[in-house]
């Protein structure tokens, strides 16, 4: 298997901009979560899916925020409109019924 | 308020020696913990994990110690080598709630030649 796999690895837009983050998770696996790294907070969970349905997004930081999960093999995490502060590398994890995550390379997103 | 904390945000070793990393939870009900290693540039990657039926876990060169009392792990890597630089996560769960780790904010390990 491939892995986790993100898309775009880089992605540099302006303030206000809406960025489309994506993501393809590991085949068979129930779980999909998203996280966002930063140097203040470390790895933060925004949400996780569960067979593709939203289970907890308490993470999201606004409303500006929305990820869904259309199927079992795609994911977006949206940020509409964006802001500098938005600027982090977002990882997209996802795992069996138990046991460890396998994460994606990441996202790295600045907003300027 | 941070549940699962790693209070030093950077540790230096020399090589061959042992390198100790600790984490610390605040929430009773994790019983599911892990490690992850994560090099520049590339996704967390799993090291290794104990349940807390447990209080050590042993994984060639990879030593993790629970104690549950205290709300303390601590991961072990003996010998250290230069190829263990990296940002170390701890994560905690409660194992039957599914997946929802919670993760702490990493210690930065250099292994000095």
């Known amino acids: 298997d491939a892995g986790v796999i993100q898309s775009p690895r880089h992605e540099v837009t302006e303030m206000g901009q809406e960025v489309t983050l994506r993501c393809k998770p590991i085949s068979g696996h129930d779980y999909l979560f998203w996280y966002r790294q930063t140097m203040m907070r470390g790895l933060e969970l925004l949400i996780y899916f569960n067979n593709n349905v939203p289970i907890d997004d308490s993470g999201m930081p606004e409303d500006r925020f929305s990820a869904k999960m259309p199927n079992a093999s795609f994911s977006t995490l949206k940020i509409q409109p964006s802001e500098p502060r938005d600027s982090a590398v977002y990882f997209c994890?996802?795992?069996?019924?138990?046991?460890?995550?396998?994460f994606g390379e990441g996202s790295r997103l600045t907003v300027l | 308020d941070q549940q699962v904390k790693q209070n030093s945000p950077s540790l230096s070793v020399q090589e061959g020696r042992i390198s100790i990393l600790n984490c610390d939870y605040t929430n009773s009900m994790f019983d599911y913990f892990l490690w992850y290693k994560k090099y520049p540039a590339e996704g967390p990657t799993f090291l290794i994990s104990i349940s807390s039926i447990k209080d050590k876990n042993e994984d060639g060169r990879f030593t993790v110690f629970l104690n549950k009392s205290a709300k303390h792990l601590s991961l072990h890597i003996v010998p250290s080598q230069p190829g263990d630089s990296a940002v170390y996560f701890c994560?905690?769960?409660?194992?039957?709630?599914?997946?929802?780790?919670?993760f702490g904010p990493g210690t930065r390990l250099s292994v000095l030649p």
């Open positions: 994560a905690a769960s409660v194992e039957n709630y599914g997946q929802n780790f919670v």
């Open positions: 994890a996802s795992g069996p019924n138990t046991g460890e995550l396998f």
